[in-house]
């Protein structure tokens, strides 16, 4: 191989700039990298783009509508349901206090399981229905 990859960034495209921003970077404590417009220039976490990072992961979100387009009043169900194929497999040492983590936090979720193939697992939905899978390989011990 003559190249190096260094990770990868899904950017995401969301409904609500500031709902989106209260699940990623409030509830699941990622941080902000760096934002358009600049946050300095936008009031109430209303960007049009914004690149969050915690730890080794990376996120980016994209308004799906820009300042001059007309957002209806919610997304489009049909959008919505699209996103099931769409899942996020996040690396999560321990899986348990992620769970008691977001359970704390109102979200009504189911708890981790053991897949047959050794992965313990908690799936969750962010706002705009993305699947989240919170991960480690059971029994093992991360290196942290």
Request: hydrophobic share 40%; aromatic share 12%; charged share 25%.
């Amino acid at each position: 191989m003559t190249f190096a990859i260094r990770g990868i960034c899904p950017l995401l495209q969301v409904f609500d700039m500031p709902t989106s921003l209260a699940f990623y970077r409030d509830l699941l404590g990622f941080g902000v990298v760096q934002t358009a417009p600049s946050a300095d220039r936008v009031a109430s976490d209303d960007f049009g783009w914004v690149w969050l990072r915690r730890d080794d992961t990376e996120l980016m979100l994209n308004t799906l509508y820009d300042p001059d387009d007309v957002r209806p009043p919610m997304p489009d169900a049909k959008r919505v349901a699209a996103h099931d194929d769409t899942i996020l497999y996040i690396g999560c040492p321990d899986v348990e206090a992620a769970y008691r983590h977001l359970t704390a936090h109102g979200l009504d979720i189911q708890p981790p399981k053991v897949t047959y193939y050794g992965m313990k697992q908690l799936f969750v939905k962010d706002p705009d229905g993305f699947g989240l899978c919170f991960q480690w390989r059971a029994g093992a011990r991360a290196n942290v």
